[in-house]
């Protein structure tokens, strides 16, 4: 383990043959950008969508619509189906995707810094874990924590899906 977190993210990733894509919408690329901090990421990264609309999530991660209009764009459903999209279009093993409301203000009854996570893991039967989580701070301090959480959870519910849990 380092001082660095996100280098530990990346030093699990390679330890594990994982490959990641994300799939960020009110995180908006932090992810991946903070690996991209580290030298050696091309072999544990395959890709990064960045998808703020509903149209958007709808048309490149395959969000339905009926799944937006029943619980709402930040809902750990949307969260799930975005994980799921970006790991079917992909060759990556792993995905981890975001959703939510980074403030300052609320939107839709929903407290600022609310952000519903999703970690997609490949295999038989592919397992989604998901998790919605409040920070706190302004937009540029719940984004960040959003991202390094969104990361840095991924071991847990890795560990978690080797030993055969499912969500």
């Not at 894509?21 to 995180?27: N, R």
């Not at 072999?43 to 999530?57: D, I, M, N």
């Not at 893991?121 to 719940?142: K, N």
Request: hydrophobic residues 40%.
């Amino acid at each position: 383990m380092h001082d660095d977190p996100v280098q530990d993210v990346l030093d699990y990733l390679k330890a594990h043959e994982l490959v990641l894509t994300t799939a960020e919408s009110c995180t908006a690329g932090r992810m991946v950008a903070l690996l991209a901090e580290h030298p050696g990421l091309g072999e544990s990264l395959e890709s990064g969508y960045v998808v703020y609309s509903p149209k958007a999530k709808q048309r490149l991660l395959g969000v339905s619509t009926a799944t937006i209009e029943r619980y709402g764009l930040t809902s750990e459903a949307v969260a799930w189906e975005m994980a799921l999209g970006a790991l079917k279009d992909s060759t990556a093993n792993v995905a981890i995707a975001t959703t939510g409301v980074a403030g300052p203000e609320g939107t839709d009854g929903i407290a600022p810094g609310t952000l519903c996570f999703a970690w997609a893991f490949d295999g038989e039967p592919i397992a989604v874990f998901t998790r919605s989580q409040r920070f706190f701070g302004d937009r540029a301090e719940v984004l960040r924590q959003a991202a390094l959480y969104g990361l840095t959870r991924l071991r847990h519910y890795h560990e978690r899906w080797l030993r055969g849990e499912r969500a």
